[in-house]
């Protein structure tokens, strides 16, 4: 990411308002959908609680954290950007291996139990009786 060093203030009294007004929205969200359960269609419903998880994050994007977020996700794309990316033969390569180290690993698990059963079940408890 970006090297640069801020020291954050945290949010200001306003700020906390404002997320707490959003999780207010998302709640009064949650619990319309679930009142108007007889009244509503399921569509007009659905619509609603998006309209309020909507609402809930335009009002949180204008606080001191949806502004950090944001900055965050940015510089998350650009830094995505920068990723060379495997060719398709390469990816079908690398899965090609793994699919063979996985059952050479599986059979080698296999042998392991097979042989402590024989050790156990037909040696070990054998030698008791």
Do not use: C
């Not at 619990?31 to 619509?47: D, E, H, K, T």
């Not at 900055?71 to 398709?88: C, D, G, H, M, N």
Request: a positive charge.
């Amino acid at each position: 990411m970006n090297a640069k060093v801020e020291h954050s203030g945290g949010n200001s009294p306003a700020d906390r308002v404002k997320l707490w007004l959003a999780g207010l929205v998302v709640v009064a969200g949650i619990v319309g959908f679930y009142y108007f359960a007889n009244q509503w269609p399921v569509a007009v419903r659905a619509i609603g609680l998006v309209v309020a998880f909507v609402l809930a994050i335009v009002v949180g994007a204008g606080t001191h954290s949806g502004r950090a977020l944001r900055e965050y996700i940015a510089e998350s794309q650009f830094e995505l950007r920068k990723v060379v990316w495997p060719t398709r033969e390469e990816t079908v390569r690398t899965t090609g291996v793994i699919i063979v180290v996985v059952i050479i690993i599986s059979i080698v698990l296999g042998l392991i139990d097979l042989l402590l059963k024989v050790v156990v079940m037909d040696w070990l408890l054998k030698l008791g009786q």
